[in-house]
């Protein structure tokens, strides 16, 4: 959101005519990049909800595994 914030100021708001650099280039460019960093982001997030969604594979009886023995189940 950072970079969309800065480039649209450089871009919309910033009136500077130099020989070396466009400004309304640069925030466009700054724009563009905030914009596909906030869908990468997004899609990211997506991804990641839908593996919470999923019922996990859990083994019933986790010290069969190996690991950790918990003494506290051989007592039930």
Known sequence: MFLIAIG???????NVE???????TV???LMIAGGAGLALSLLYELVQSGNRDKPRDRDEHPQ????????T???R
């Open 8 to 14: 649209a100021i450089l871009r919309y708001a910033i």
């Open 18 to 24: 130099t020989d070396v650099i466009n400004i309304q």
């Open 27 to 29: 925030g466009l460019i």
């Open 64 to 71: 069969q595994r190996g690991g950790y023995d918990d003494p």
């Open 73 to 75: 189940r051989r007592m």
